[in-house]
């Protein structure tokens, strides 16, 4: 954040080792999160303080760069406002903090996912507890099928005992099935009592952009019968909302960070490195890197995926790469809708027991006027 001396928010010196920046991190987070009476607002500073300064990359461009902006640099700073021709006076090209982003609008006609899903699709949840109905049904009426031919044939005795040993050997296993079967339905009702209590779990940041994708998330994304959808994951260990989005549907997960940032062209690469208008980025910084490698090891059975949703700080327009074939690609989100719902709906109504179980378990609760704020279920 332009103005605002990493360093010295942090408590070091600026030749402070990277173990000195994280004890000093962790220390200043546990009274300035949140959940401990601090502001969101501070909190975010001192997140974005701790990324820049451990990263040596960004590190060493955030220290170039302040050297130009601190008290008493030279006026030819490459980061100085330009002047306005007409008045004299600075204009900001920074973020309006008066700008309010307006709520996106997805253009449905073009997208073949939300055409071609089946919403009325019965959720199956893997792995399944029991055989499922058709064996169980199939095994039913095989042995309805096996009592016919008492009616039609003049059995010799001999034929008949070993019809009749048929005839128990099927009904034997069709009540096994059945039992199984049933054992499954009791399951599925027990895990959604327990566990699958709604599609969207989790309680919202307080910034626009979080509320914007929260709702993009609710409005496109349920049309899935399979998807869950949750806000605010911490990383393994940790205590505090790392992940600002996620949607599980089938053996699917991704991962989503919600941005207010400059309007202009975005692209990213491999290591995370975000590009606007052709030039490397500076105003911010993002953990999904992190949170994608932690995630898979977390879940290493699942595809995971991540997604940079930006908004507009300023009136104007964002764009970017399509398609987005980078780790962590920057989407609009039209593009988000597009081509994560269509990654999505590959397996649309199923739902993964144990990724559900942990992520749940990873749902940071929110602390509002004193008492803590547990999940916040709602179905869609």
């Known amino acids: 954040m332009r103005g605002v001396d990493y360093y010295e928010l942090l408590g070091v010196g600026r030749n402070a080792s990277e173990a000195e ?3 000093a991190y962790r220390s200043l987070a546990k009274v300035m999160h949140p959940d401990a009476g601090g502001s969101s607002g501070t909190f975010r500073m001192l997140q974005e303080a701790y990324d820049t300064l451990r990263d040596p990359s960004r590190r060493r461009d955030y220290d170039r760069g302040w050297s130009f902006t601190r008290p008493g640099a030279r006026p030819s700073s490459p980061t100085r406002p330009p002047r306005s021709g007409r008045t004299g006076r600075l204009r900001n090209f920074g973020e309006d903090p008066d700008f309010v982003p307006p709520k996106p609008v997805v253009d449905l006609g073009g997208i073949p996912w939300w055409h071609l899903v ?11 507890a029991g055989p499922g109905h058709a064996p169980a049904l199939a095994a039913v009426c095989g042995w309805f099928f096996l009592l016919l031919p008492v009616v039609f044939i003049d059995f010799t005795p001999l034929a008949l005992g070993v019809w009749l040993l048929l005839v128990a050997a099927a009904a034997a296993a069709a009540f096994r099935l059945t039992r199984r079967y049933l054992a499954a339905v009791r399951a ?3 895990f959604t009592s327990d566990h699958d209590t709604g599609v969207v779990h989790g309680t919202v940041d307080d910034r626009p952009c979080e509320h914007l994708t929260a709702d993009l998330l609710s409005q496109y994304l349920t049309r899935l019968p399979g998807v869950r959808i949750f806000h605010g994951l911490a990383w393994p260990g940790s205590v505090f909302a790392d992940v600002d989005h996620a949607v599980l549907c089938g053996r699917r997960l991704v991962l989503i960070e919600s941005k207010s940032w400059l309007p202009g062209h975005y692209e990213a690469e491999d290591d995370g490195t975000v590009w606007r208008n052709g030039h490397p980025f500076r105003g911010g910084g993002m953990r999904m890197p992190r949170s994608l490698a932690l995630y898979r090891k977390m879940l290493p059975w699942l ?3 991540t997604a940079l949703l930006i908004y507009p700080s300023r009136a104007g327009e964002v764009t970017t790469e399509e398609p987005a074939d980078a780790v962590v690609p920057p989407m609009t989100p039209a593009q988000f809708v597009e081509e994560i719902g269509d990654w999505l709906a590959e397996d649309p109504a199923t739902v993964d027991r144990e990724a559900l179980r942990l992520l749940l378990a990873h749902v940071v609760p929110i602390v509002r006027h004193g008492s803590p704020v547990g999940e916040a279920s709602a179905g869609q």
């Open 188 to 190: 599925d009702r027990a």
């Open 21 to 23: 920046i994280k004890s």
């Open 118 to 128: 089946d919403v009325a699709q019965r959720v199956r949840y893997v792995p399944a």
């Open 303 to 305: 595809d995971i995926r």
